[in-house]
């Protein structure tokens, strides 16, 4: 596809269920990041992936939280045992290997709410 | 502790006149800062960037200053046009490898015809 790609666009889950968000990057883009964006708040740092391996992980805010990558392309973040307080956009960003991180090329997001 | 700060929630201009957006960061070690421009209902999407050994860098309408010692960075856009209403969000980006960026609380631009 011509950009980053992201499924559902909204989900709407309850308090304790399990979600998944997937990501599907532009190709031949080996840098992959998750971001969350709250209400009134910038995109915030999840975690990034070089290929098929998560290289920092550091803004995972908790265990419930989990990303994968296994073929090097698309992404699934995972959510585990929902909570209110994880309702929020997420983002999927992907940028080429020659600067990662610089001009990535984000997704429109995945609006996740928990009632 | 909020590395980089936009201390304007909002800014209004007259079409055709100049936008100024500011932004203040702490870390320094960053060593390349952004812009993203974001709609509604979209992702941001990058605008202009610039690199901590430069002090601007112009595109088109759009130019960026860079004061390092001030720990501040701000952007130009000149003329201003209502296409231009958005929210645009400072970033900056960490030398730590994986190069994420730490975004600001974005400035909610309203360029009025």
């Known amino acids: 596809g011509a950009g980053v790609s992201q499924t559902p666009s909204n989900k709407v889950t309850e308090k304790g269920k399990y979600v998944e968000l997937r990501c599907d990057p532009i190709?031949?883009?080996?840098?992959l990041y998750w971001y969350r964006q709250s209400l009134g708040q910038g995109p915030e740092f999840l975690i990034y992936?070089?290929?098929?391996?998560?290289?920092?992980d550091s803004g995972l805010p908790n265990d419930r939280f989990f990303a994968v990558r296994p073929e090097g392309s698309v992404s699934t973040l995972k959510i585990q045992r929902t909570e209110r307080g994880d309702s929020a956009v997420y983002l999927c960003?992907?940028?080429?290997?020659?600067?990662?991180?610089?001009?990535?090329?984000f997704g429109q997001g995945t609006r996740l709410t928990v009632v | 502790d909020q590395q980089v700060k936009q201390n304007s929630p909002s800014l209004s201009v007259q079409e055709g006149r100049i936008s100024i957006l500011n932004c203040d960061y702490t870390n320094s070690m960053f060593d390349y800062f952004l812009w993203y421009k974001k709609y509604p209902a979209e992702g941001p999407t990058f605008l202009i960037s610039?690199?901590?050994?430069?002090d601007k860098n112009e595109d088109g309408r759009f130019t960026v200053f860079l004061n390092k010692s001030a720990k501040h960075l701000s952007l130009h856009i000149v003329p201003s046009q209502p296409g231009d209403s958005a929210v645009y969000f400072c970033?900056?980006?960490?030398?730590?490898?994986?190069?994420?960026?730490?975004f600001g609380k974005g400035t909610k631009l309203t360029v009025n015809p």
């Open positions: 960003a992907s940028s080429p290997q020659r600067r990662p991180g610089t001009e990535a090329f």
């Open positions: 610039i690199s901590s050994i430069k």
């Open positions: 190709s031949g883009h080996t840098a």
């Open positions: 970033a900056a980006s960490v030398k730590s490898g994986s190069e994420k960026l730490v």
């Open positions: 992936f070089q290929g098929t391996g998560a290289a920092d």
